[in-house]
């Protein structure tokens, strides 16, 4: 047990262990390959019980037993519909309403995140482009010599420049509630 979450610190904070380094370890130390995974297992999904074990007020087994229950406990249908339930009630709703399998609720919830992750990329690179040289433009003589006949595409209008404020404001306000720089 002792090496087993002496492993699981040095990879970086990761609660497993690697079936590469659960190798070097059995032979390295002499232990099973098997006494190394209950280890693991025990370090994953019963950490609390990793320093009775060390300390010989619980065996390994028992400690190992526990484990996979909670293991099983953490993997029934129950756990994953409380957890969709907290992440996303809707997706929840229709699977007890059997508009959707629990895999397939996941399936779509995780989709849902990975297409909000793209749309933050794709939002914050938009920003990353357009901000900082409208600010550099500020206090120069840009504006002034503007004019219509060079425009690259539709010339700037007041309307446009009306809507630029109202995104500029409305920016300053999220900026403001999520106290960023």
Not at 155 to 162: F, K
Request: aromatic share 4%; proline share 4%.
């Amino acid at each position: 047990m002792i090496t087993a979450k002496a492993c699981s610190l040095s990879e970086h904070g990761e609660r497993s262990l690697s079936e590469r380094s659960s190798r070097s370890l059995s032979e390295q130390l002499g232990v099973s390959l098997g006494t190394i995974g209950k280890a693991g297992i025990v370090l994953q999904h019963a950490p609390d019980l990793v320093d009775p074990v060390i300390s010989g007020a619980t065996g390994l087994n028992e400690a190992y037993a526990t484990a996979q229950e909670t293991k099983a406990k953490a993997n029934s249908a129950e756990v994953q519909l409380a957890r969709l339930r907290e992440a996303d009630p809707e997706l929840a709703d229709r699977v007890v309403e059997g508009d959707l399998t629990l895999a397939g609720a996941w399936a779509e919830r995780t989709a849902r995140v990975e297409e909000d992750k793209r749309q933050r990329r794709v939002a914050t690179r938009l920003l990353d482009e357009i901000i900082p040289p409208l600010a550099q433009a500020r206090g120069t003589r840009t504006f002034s010599r503007y004019d219509p006949a060079y425009a690259s595409g539709t010339p700037i209008t007041r309307e446009t420049i009306a809507h630029a404020v109202t995104a500029l404001a409305e920016m300053d306000q999220v900026w403001q509630e999520r106290d960023l720089p």
